[in-house]
């Protein structure tokens, strides 16, 4: 492929795909407003984590046909991948894609492709790409060719996603659409299926959002079954077998940049109609409270007097660094508000973003009357008790995530309360 693509925006999505692109050899130049990221980028340093991505990188800038800067170049193909995140009020906050667009009119020349990436509310690329795209005087769909093709990758296996993933692609028109699949063929093994934009955003807020009732119908479960005296897990696992049943799981929450977003945009869109999809988010939403008052009641019934606990996992979800919309975060909140002292340890969050953060496990634990599973990171799932033993003041372990090995920290002599799971359940 002879063809130059610039990628604007240079996280989680937008970094990994202009070094996928470049490592097929087209020539790409990044783009990024955050100048600190850049100029790492630049020194073939990251400035997110993802599995594989530093010795893409060192490739691709090697090679010489990935540079970076602050500002974009002409090319034959720009593809956006900038935050689509909502606001306060739980509206979409279109302001990067706007200003993103933007930046692109003064650098677009007649047969130029505009790609979005980002997740968007259905109609963003119609009614709000369009109007700035005409600013450039060029024939929207015959000079100018756009479209969308939303990223559906799972952060930590992204680069095996981007690749053997199904791909959507909605143009504005077929051309747009056809130009698009031609591009991602680079590297795309899975299929590409060809629609118009509003339905490919409709496509990727709907695969969200259809998690997120999910989730929110597991986390209703996990509630139910602590009432009546089950294990949800048990129960939902169970229920999985059955060849059409496919329950999610429960949790302290939905965090991170997508499922717990992407769901309002419908919800703002039509809110007479998005009746589930609202109840789903408030249920999801009420999980970090539901967790911290579990928290109280644990120590409460055990007499326990100004406790102490070790929250472990900041991250939205295991094995990633993205604190974004986390749900340890509320459930930070809630412990605040609930008066109970805390201190909280993430091995993969690299610098201390909270006040009561530590980046050590011994200090994390230490007189700590119950340790507190927030996330499913690996390091938590093998966690010896022995590491944190003689650190604790009383051995109680809160599992929220059903990820540690129970019955060996019960061995251990610890008391092992599950979310979910009637045994042990401190009464609500
Ligand atoms: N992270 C994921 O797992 C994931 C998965 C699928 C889809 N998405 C979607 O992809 C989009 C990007 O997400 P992300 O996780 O990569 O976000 P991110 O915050 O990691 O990266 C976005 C980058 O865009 C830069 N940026 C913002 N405005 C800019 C502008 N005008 N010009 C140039 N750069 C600009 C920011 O500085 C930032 O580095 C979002 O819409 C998100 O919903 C994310």
């Known amino acids: 492929m002879n063809k130059k693509v610039c990628v604007i925006g240079l996280g989680y999505i937008g970094l990994p795909t202009a070094v996928m692109f470049a490592n097929h050899g087209v020539q790409v130049h990044g783009v990024d407003i955050n100048e600190k990221a850049v100029n790492m980028i630049k020194q073939k340093q990251l400035h997110i984590e993802e599995e594989g991505l530093q010795e893409r990188l060192n490739h691709a800038i090697d090679s010489g046909k990935f540079t970076v800067s602050t500002t ?19 509206t979409a906050n279109l302001d990067y894609v706007r200003d993103a667009t933007k930046s692109l009119v003064p650098y677009l020349r007649k047969g130029n492709l505009v790609i979005l990436e980002s997740t968007v509310p259905p109609r963003t690329v119609e009614d709000v790409m369009l109007p700035i795209l005409k600013e450039t005087n060029l024939e929207i769909g015959t000079e100018l060719f756009v479209s969308h093709s939303p990223e559906r990758v799972i952060p930590g296996r992204i680069f095996e996603e981007l690749t053997n993933n199904d791909r959507i692609v909605g143009g504005i028109n077929e051309e747009s659409a056809r130009l698009t699949a031609e591009l991602y063929r680079t590297f795309v093994k899975g299929t590409i299926h060809l629609t118009d ?49 496919n329950i999610h799981l429960p949790g302290p929450g939905v965090g991170g940049h997508c499922i717990a977003v992407d769901p309002w945009f419908l919800v703002e869109l039509e809110p007479e109609l998005a009746k589930i999809i609202r109840l789903a988010r408030d249920t999801n939403d009420s999980m970090p409270e539901y967790t911290a008052l579990k928290m ?23 094995n990633v ?22 201190t909280a340890y993430d091995p993969h969050i690299k610098e201390n973003r909270l006040s009561r953060q530590t980046q050590h496990i011994e200090e994390a634990v ?63």
């Open 72 to 90: 974009p170049e002409e090319a034959d193909v720009f593809i956006i991948a900038v935050p689509s995140p909502i606001n306060e009020d739980k």
């Open 296 to 318: 109280k009641r644990i120590l409460e019934e055990k007499g326990i007097q100004h406790g102490r606990v070790a929250l472990f996992g900041l991250a939205f979800k295991g």
């Open 197 to 245: 934009a509003t339905t490919a955003e409709m496509v990727k807020v709907i695969e969200n959002t259809y998690r997120d009732v999910n989730i929110a119908f597991a986390n209703e479960l996990a509630k139910i079954s602590e009432k009546i005296g089950i294990n949800v897990w048990e129960a939902i696992r169970l229920a999985n077998f059955h060849p059409r049943v």
């Open 321 to 342: 660094d993205d604190m974004r919309e986390s749900p340890s975060l509320e459930v930070i909140h809630h412990l605040e508000r609930l008066g109970i002292d805390y």
């Open 366 to 428: 230490s007189h700590a009357d119950m340790i507190v599973i927030l996330t499913d990171h690996n390091e938590f799932k093998s966690l010896q008790p022995e590491l944190v033993d003689h650190k604790v003041r009383t051995k109680i372990i809160f599992d929220t995530k059903n990820c540690i090995d129970r019955q060996m920290w019960e061995k251990e002599g610890y008391e092992v309360y599950l979310l979910g799971d009637a045994k042990n359940v401190p009464k609500m």
